[in-house]
């Protein structure tokens, strides 16, 4: 039987070598492969020799005092960003209004299909708001019930928030966004432990009900269908089966709101 | 017994050193370090009691990817600085050689190097900051070093000759 210290190095011996990561059965295998292979040994000390040069130009990084904005107790929660939000806010009324325009110049035409527009709109909601740190949303998750109200009244017919948590996702709020036709749309956003950010966008439609359609940009993805005259868009990340475990669950909650609502009227 | 807090303000000198070797800019790097820290405790509950370091690496990472994503989309970047090269024999020459090696490398891959080598991460708390399998976390170490290599050897000759 051939002994552990017996077998041929990798490359990734090597690696795990220079990074204290390797078994310790087989360090013993390693050195003396080095002793007879001057390329490996040759390597393994440019490798060190990088790690020292990246150690010796940043480690003095971590000496240095904290600055001020970085003390946890003296952290303002006023935004730092407050102007590029303002920037932001312009940049979307400016896109809106230009796609307003060109829809209303189009109407002549044959009007975009609205699996189209609309997941376009709703990524571009989630990708200039997904990477915002301090105002995200316009109410935060705490008033999940006024933001619920908030949100159908303004849209126009009831609206449930998703409980998306069996997902990893944990509300963290929502907006109110113009569409370009000028009506209103919801766009409720969930964010998992690590930081990455789910946005659901809904709207009233004229268009007939669909099922669900996968899109993406630009390491974006959506995923779109139409529920009883309601657009829905899950944006995230572009990873399809990841999203569509996303809008899955969030169709399942928010079908039942629609046979309510169809009950009721 | 230290508190959710106490921890996270423990981690901060390593977390701007961690942001600084991945941005080259202090200002840009601490503007970093503040999100992560605001996201940190606004997410608190969301902290579910693993490795909070490796999770304040993560958020920061996730964060430095949207960064260079939203700078991707505008029209001009912004190099590292050139035109202040330091005198070949001087000290900083050989920091101001690996950040420019480091510079070259794909997010991914230095990512991966400085989280192992500054921040003596293991490769299975690199995969889980990464959300990918560790021999993923290994080849992106391994291409990182040859690329650093590489660059180091053909791209400063002149530095060769006076070492």
Request: net charge negative; proline share 9%.
């Given at each position: 039987m051939m002994m552990n210290k017996d077998l041929p190095v990798t490359d990734d011996e090597l690696h795990a070598y220079v990074d204290g990561e390797l078994p310790a059965d087989r360090r013993a295998a390693v050195e003396a492969w080095l002793a007879g292979h001057a390329d490996d040994a040759a390597r393994v000390a440019a490798w060190r020799l990088q790690a020292d040069a990246i150690r010796a130009r940043y480690s003095n990084v971590a000496g240095q005092p904290i600055p001020p904005k970085l003390q946890l107790a003296r952290m303002?929660?006023?935004?730092?960003r407050w102007k590029l939000a303002a920037a932001a806010a312009v940049i979307v009324a400016f896109f809106l209004g230009g796609f307003a325009g060109w829809m209303a110049h189009d109407t002549g035409g044959d009007a975009p299909e609205p699996f189209d527009h609309l997941t376009a709109q709703a990524l571009n909601a989630h990708k200039l708001y997904a990477v915002?740190?301090?105002?995200?949303?316009?109410?935060a998750a705490a008033d999940a019930e006024h933001l619920q109200r908030w949100l159908s009244k303004r849209v126009g017919c009831p609206l449930r928030t998703p409980n998306l948590e069996a997902q990893g996702l944990h509300l963290v709020g929502g907006r109110l966004l113009p569409t370009p036709t000028g009506t209103a749309a919801a766009f409720f956003m969930y964010e998992n432990a690590s930081g990455d950010r789910f946005t659901l966008y809904c709207t009233q439609t004229k268009a007939p009900n669909s099922a669900m359609h996968y899109n993406a940009a630009e390491k974006a993805g959506a995923i779109y269908w139409v529920d009883s005259n309601v657009a829905y868009v899950v944006s995230g990340t572009n990873e399809r089966k990841q999203l569509w475990k996303v809008a899955r669950a969030a169709y399942e909650q928010i079908e039942p709101r629609v046979s309510q609502h169809e009950r009721a009227s | 017994m230290i508190g959710f807090k106490e921890e996270v303000q423990l981690a901060i000198p390593a977390l701007r050193r961690y942001a600084r070797a991945l941005t080259h800019d202090a200002d840009v790097a601490d503007d970093l370090v503040q999100d992560t820290l605001v996201r940190a405790l606004r997410s608190q509950h969301l902290f579910?009691?693993?490795e909070l370091r490796s999770w304040l690496y993560t958020i920061l990472t996730n964060l430095n990817r949207n960064r260079l994503r939203s700078l991707a989309r505008r029209p001009a970047i912004t190099a590292i600085?050139?035109?202040?090269?330091?005198?070949?024999?001087?000290?900083?020459a050989g920091g101001r050689d690996i950040e420019r090696a480091l510079a070259t490398l794909l997010e991914d891959q230095r990512t991966a190097l400085l989280l192992v080598v500054?921040?003596?991460?293991?490769y299975r708390e690199v995969a889980e900051v990464q959300g990918v399998p560790i021999g993923t976390v290994m080849s992106r170490v391994a291409r990182a070093r040859l690329q650093i290599r590489a660059y180091l050897e053909n791209e400063r000759p002149m530095l060769r000759r006076v070492k």
């Open positions: 303002s929660y006023a935004s730092r915002e740190v301090r105002h995200p949303v316009e109410v | 579910n009691g693993g600085g050139d035109n202040d090269a330091p005198d070949a024999s001087s000290p900083e500054l921040e003596g991460l293991s």
